[in-house]
């Protein structure tokens, strides 16, 4: 059975701290990695891994996949009061009709 | 620039009850997905279509039915509904499953009393 374990469940950081949030997989057929953020609402998009080891950032986050462990790991540096959310990884298998398979989710909350 | 739109945004069942949930993209994107949400548990996947013609069960399918009417539209019908099915439900939809990042629909509130 395909697997997605986020850690930690939850996390409560203070603004300006860096965070390290995980994901690991047990799928068979992977093609890509995924993460999201939500806020109440629906998931946003943040970034596509399918590399291992090429790191994708944007601003004060970034992510990088390590294929030969199976995990991901998502870097919020600098955090803000709007980084609250929850943090979504999900896979995408190949064949079979590209199966978008998510985790439990990590919920942050920075405080001031 | 619609995107996945969802109908309806709330609704409450009677247990019993059936309806439909519509989602519609208008990204011309190939593959279509339907989620739950319950607190503590992420999203699960319900079903998932690749391609227009095509359905296939996700992690947890019992209970519902899906149609991929076209390559717009893929809706999820709970024939009888049950308490254990009030969640909120999400549609998604990316344009080549594995290759792209799928978009979100805004969420179904579905409450069965």
């Known amino acids: 059975e395909d697997k997605v374990v986020q850690s930690p469940l939850s996390l409560v950081v203070h603004e300006g701290d860096t965070v390290t949030l995980n994901c690991s997989y047990e799928?068979?057929?992977?093609?890509?990695l995924l993460w999201y953020k939500q806020e109440k609402k629906a998931p946003t998009f943040l970034f596509m891994l399918t590399s291992s080891g090429i790191e994708k950032k944007s601003g004060r986050l970034s992510s990088i996949l390590d294929k030969k462990e199976l995990f991901s790991i998502l870097n919020i540096t600098a955090t803000q009061t709007g980084d609250s959310a929850v943090y979504l990884c999900a896979v995408i298998l190949t064949g079979g009709g590209n199966k978008l398979t998510f985790g439990t989710g990590t919920q942050l909350k920075v405080e001031l | 620039n619609a995107g996945v739109t969802q109908t309806p945004k709330f609704q409450v069942l009677k247990t019993g009850q059936s309806m439909t949930l519509q989602c519609a993209q208008d990204m011309n994107h190939n593959s279509m997905y339907w989620y739950r949400q319950d607190p503590g548990m992420g999203l699960r996947l319900i079903y998932y279509s690749a391609s227009e013609g095509t359905t296939d069960k996700g992690e947890v399918p019992n209970g519902y039915n899906v149609s991929r009417l076209n390559k717009r539209e893929f809706s999820l019908r709970l024939e009888s509904a049950a308490p254990s099915q009030t969640s909120v439900y999400f549609c998604?939809?990316?344009?080549?499953?594995?290759?792209?990042?799928?978009?979100f629909g805004q969420g179904t509130r579905l409450t069965v009393v």
């Open positions: 998604a939809s990316s344009y080549r499953g594995g290759y792209t990042e799928a978009f």
């Open positions: 799928v068979t057929n992977f093609r890509s």
